[in-house]
Every structure is written in C-alpha cells, then in structure tokens.
T-cell receptor, first 112, second 113 residues
Framework: GQNIDQPTEMTATEGAIVQINCTYQ??????LFWYQQHAGEAPTFLSY????GLEEKGRFSSFLSRSKGYSYLLLKELQMKDSASYLC?????????????FGGGTRVLVKP | DGGITQSPKYLFRKEGQNVTLSCEQN?????MYWYRQDPGQGLRLIYY???????QKGDIAEGYSVSREKKESFPLTVTSAQKNPTAFYLC????????????FGEGSWLTVV
C-alpha cells in the first residue's frame, strides 16, 4: 500500500523561510513530486526528485532521501502569493505505471 | 493553446442522476487520470488510462465509470451509485515514462442538490 504524510498546516511570515516535510511508505518508488495548489484551483507542478539530494529552482528547493522515505520542500523569501496548499506525491512505478499517490497537502499561510 | 480542458466548471446534480464530466487534452499525452478532491483534503485517484481503449481502477472507483475511445478524451461518469459525489474533480494527463510530469485541468465542481 501507499502512505504519504505531511503536516496539515503551517504559518510563516513574509520574507521568511518555510520547510514542508513529507514522509512516504510505498510499495515501489519511481519519483517524488511537489505541487502548489491555490484554493479552488488546479495543482501546478513545482518540482521532481528521483535521486537523492537537493533540486533548486529559484526560491523553491526540494530534497529527497530515498533510504529514509523523506522529502522536504523549502520555500525561501516568502511572498504573500505563496499562501497555498503544497501537495507531496509519489510515483510507485512498475505495474502501477505513471499514476501519482498524493499526501493530504500542507496549507501554508503567509502573514505580513 | 495546448492544454487540458474540463467541462463544465460547475455542475449540479439531483440525487439519483448520472452526470458526465468531460476532459479533453491536445498535448498528445498517452496517459490520462481522474482525481477527486474533498475540501481541505488531498487528491484521490478514481480511474486512470495509460493507452486508448484501456483503463484501470484507482483507489476510489466505486460509483464511477470512464471510457477511453480516443487519445484526446477521457470522460468520467458519476453514477447514482456514488453516494457522496459532491467534490472537486480534476482531470490530468502525462506522457508515458517514469519521469514525466502529470499536468492538471482546471477542475470541475460537482454539487448534489
């Protein structure tokens, strides 16, 4: 089976840094994705990790440790528009194909 | 413009009715997916299709049906057997291959009245 855990909610101040953790237990592993979702809108792709280490994309970075079943998304220089839900998703691969299994999402509130 | 188009954006259903949500993509993607999202929750997979004329059940397929007669189209029918259909429905697509990103349509809101 698949189990993906992330905190429900986090609050941070504009200009600060926030780290969103994601732990997973899946029957296989073929990549981990992070998506951003504003309320009432579709998720948009942020990052993809398949090998251990850090992937950096502007203000957003994502880290993966396959041996620990752990990832985090780091948001730097927070802006008000970063207030959204952040979804961690794992691709098991193999017979499961390309489908993604999602965690419950972490709602981030950025305060002035 | 390339993308994934879902319609309608908002749909109201009476109890006991079947309704069909449309999903069309012009990205030439082989794989398509339907997810359901309840308020404040993550996404749960209903059905997915990796190739035309083939599809598989996801985690919550009961009360739903799909077809994949064309590569571009993957309609979802919410049947009267689905007891709690009020939710946000998201269609998505991707290329085949493990590293390929899944892209989402704008979503459809279904409410039972």
């Amino acid at each position: 089976g698949q189990n993906i855990d992330q905190p429900t909610e986090m609050t941070a101040t504009e200009g600060a840094i926030v780290q969103i953790n994601c732990t997973y237990q899946t029957s296989g592993f073929n990549g981990l994705f992070w998506y951003q979702q504003h309320a009432g809108e579709a998720p948009t792709f942020l990052s993809y990790n398949v090998l251990d280490g850090l992937e950096e994309k502007g203000r957003f970075s994502s880290f993966l440790s396959r041996s620990k079943g752990y990832s985090y998304l780091l948001l730097k220089e927070l802006q008000m528009k970063d207030s959204a839900s952040y979804l961690c998703a794992v691709r098991a691969g193999g017979a499961a194909g390309n489908k993604l299994t999602f965690g419950g999402g972490t709602r981030v509130l950025v305060k002035p | 413009d390339g993308g994934i188009t879902q319609s309608p954006k908002y749909l109201f259903r009476k109890e006991g009715q079947n309704v069909t949500l449309s999903c069309e993509q012009n990205l030439n993607h082989d794989a398509m997916y339907w997810y359901r999202q309840d308020p404040g929750q993550g996404l749960r997979l209903i059905y997915y299709s990796q190739i035309v004329n083939d599809f598989q059940k996801g985690d919550i397929a009961e009360g739903y049906s799909v077809s994949r007669e064309k590569k571009e189209s993957f309609p979802l029918t919410v049947t009267s057997a689905q007891k709690n259909p009020t939710a946000f429905y998201l269609c998505a697509s991707s290329r085949q291959g493990s590293g390929n990103t899944i892209y989402f349509g704008e979503g459809s809101w279904l409410t039972v009245v």
